[in-house]
DNA sequence: TAGTAACA
DNA sequence: CAAT
């Protein structure tokens, strides 16, 4: 693969997905959607929203309400387990994860237009040596990571539609975040907007 | 601190 | 930053 190293850690691979493939995992994940309807999490004790609307396949799944972050096995609407990780996804985790067990969470993070995410470190899993592979679908995204403090310098990367991402090593608790999502940028999705997929690994591998 | 406001 |  072709991978453009961002950070010690980041390696972006832009163009993983042609547009047919871009199209057939687009359908996957509507279906997937049907199922585990998208959820609006809200920040821990301030209730605060997301702006980003959330839904997950895999076994497990993460969601953020007034209780505090958390990997349940359960969609918190439905009570039904999520759906399973579309195989598109799971080949790209096995392609530049570099790593030998399957991701247990497959978080779908539906930006509107105008919505964001802000700086954040992934540390709600019990693994840190599994890096988090990200996919990106529909309008470009501004995303910005750094170091492991706040305060850091921080470089930015538009991650377009078919582009894949992995953070792992020095960079896994990273600080990261989408600062934008610019319009005009692909016409995958009708109304605009992007679709991110992050697959993780939750728990330590048994053996 | 996965949120916003407000300030240069 | 305020509030858990």
Known sequence: MNGVPVVPGCVWYPGYFDLAAQQDLLAALRQILRDAPLFQPVMPRTAKPFSVK?????????????????????????????????????????????????????LINWYAPGTRMGLHQDRDEQDFDAPVVSISLGETGLFRI???????KTL???????????????????FHGVDRIIPGTSGLLKDGGRINLTMRRVNRPAA
Request: glycine letters at 16%.
């Open 54 to 106: 959330m839904s997950n396949a895999g076994p497990l799944g993460w969601v953020s309400d007034v209780a505090g972050y958390r990997y349940q096995p359960l969609h918190p609407a439905t009570g039904k387990p999520w759906p399973a990780i579309p195989d598109a996804a799971l080949d790209v985790w096995t392609t530049i994860s570099g790593y030998p067990h399957p991701p247990e969470a497959c």
């Open 146 to 152: 750094g170091g492991t403090s706040r305060g850091g």
């Open 156 to 174: 930015s990367v538009k991650l377009a539609s078919g582009d894949a991402l992995v953070f792992g090593g020095e960079a896994r608790l990273a």
